[in-house]
């Protein structure tokens, strides 16, 4: 899977969960601790990383509001 196809799922995340999305992409990587060089670990862990990074750069909605 390419970088920009993590960042992709990474930004799907974001989109329908907001700061959650960083919560679940981490359950969905300890899901597949049992394995912690198989393909599943692995990949959550790359999309947990792009989810963080996505999260700072994105401010909340709030912060909008005077």
């Given at each position: 899977?390419?970088?920009?196809?993590?960042?992709?799922?990474?930004a799907?995340?974001?989109?329908?969960?907001?700061?959650?999305?960083?919560?679940?992409?981490?359950?969905?990587?300890?899901?597949?601790?049992?394995?912690?060089?198989?393909?599943?670990?692995?990949?959550?862990?790359?999309?947990?990383?792009a989810?963080?990074?996505?999260?700072?750069?994105?401010?909340?909605?709030?912060?909008?509001v005077?």
């Amino acid at each position: 899977m390419t970088d920009q196809d993590v960042i992709e799922l990474a930004a799907i995340l974001v989109n329908e969960h907001g700061h959650a999305a960083l919560e679940i992409a981490k359950r969905r990587k300890a899901q597949h601790a049992h394995e912690p060089l198989g393909d599943g670990f692995l990949l959550w862990g790359r999309i947990v990383d792009a989810t963080a990074r996505l999260l700072r750069i994105h401010p909340t909605h709030s912060a909008y509001v005077n």
